[in-house]
């Protein structure tokens, strides 16, 4: 009988906190755009006799993330030193958080697409400073240390995900609840956000786990659920044909689609762990927890249900728009700015999302107020323009500086509401479409309404838009039935 296996996933992510300074000295821990290795000092390089001291902000930050992750706050933790010889890393060992780390035993809800929800356990979140960055030109290695000493958080789940699916939207609840506190860009594109995933299979019902295998070098979460798909391929097929998984760390190669050896697996011992003794331990009060879990905002699940009672937009909606803070945050400037919830829910899962994606580029960049979006709904609302009109404004507003109400003024592009005008295009369209008519009178009345359409889009088009659309409806249904 073939054997039947069973996929065993843990993912460990290390964020970026966004604080000013890196985590033990006060160089600026804005560097992207600056030149290699300006923003070093003997601190964040290692030299000797150079002494640490933790950042307050990282430790306000680290437990904003972690009270947000459901985590037991630990009030005594420590920092201890993690030796290894990389040339990211000048002084030869790392500062982290091994076996004292501040938090631990979270959970995070995962709702998968098919409505399904897990529930994954968080190991436990550490604190740690930034490695320097390797680049790699031609025959030599260069490195920047501006990178050095940045500092993260590393979020380590527990192995309860089963399938690349949960593996993938866990990742991204978890970047919606962390984006959430404000503590993180949290973007895999940026590298403020990396993720390995620890990949072993076993026989499906075995209480033991398999060989875990390590995966890195992952640029998206697409890429991670890839890579998993094809780690749970590999090890599967190796153990099917008789081979043996050795425990090891494997890059993912995104041209290839394949993972390849990196090294083998370090354990624990093999960094030669020990505290840290340039830094006290970490000690956190109840009154500072506390005051800490004052500041975090509303969670994504809370906003959602607001939208749904506030808004009366539909749950599909609300969860889609609630699933980032900007987003949701410019919505409900939208829907201050026109009074009409449902229509700034479609105007930006339509024509905003589409924008955004041909441009790939995120709310925070999208290039129109939520003021002009907002004034954009009210005039259509308030009948100064069709929606096909709006459907153009909003195209010209992305291009043009002036308000949404002077492009109308100044383009001519108001709505014509004039009876008498709108009349003499539906004579003139009528009398043009004699088999659209007869076709009507002949449809059942399930089909009326898409015949009565299409002569609506006649008149519409007639008048390049600026036509009235309910007064077109009306006036074509009393022609129609002027004639039965």
Known sequence: MQKQWESVIGLEVHLQLKTKTKVWCGCSADYDKDPPNTHTCPICLGHPGALPRLNKKVVEYALKGALALNCRINRESGFDRKNYFYPDMPKNYQITQFDRAYAEKGRLEVRLKNGREISVGITKVQIEEDTGKSIHVAHESLMNYNRSGIPLIEIISDPDMRSSEEAYEYLNTLKSVIKYTGISDVSMELGSLRCDANVSVMEKGS????????????????????AIDYEIGR???????????????????????????????????????????????????????EAIRKTLPETKAHKTERFLSDYGISSYDANLISADIELSDYYEAVVKASGNPKAAANWILGDVFRVMKEREIGIEAFPMLPADLGAIIRLIDGGTISGKLGKELFEKKLFDPRSPETIVREDGMSQVSDKSAIEALVNEVLGRSGKMIDDYHAADEGRKPRVLKGLVGQVMKASQGKANPALVTALIEERLRGNE
């Open 207 to 226: 209480p033991v786990f398999g060989t875990r295998v390590e995966i890195k070098n992952m640029n998206s979460f697409k890429a991670v659920a890839r």
């Open 235 to 289: 090890q599967i097929t190796t153990l099917e044909e008789g081979g043996e998984i050795y425990q090891e760390t494997r890059l993912w190669d995104e041209d290839q689609q394949i993972t390849s050896v990196m090294r083998s697996k370090e354990e624990a011992m093999d960094y030669r762990y020990f505290p840290e003794p340039d830094l006290l331990k970490l000690v956190i009060s109840d009154e500072e927890i």
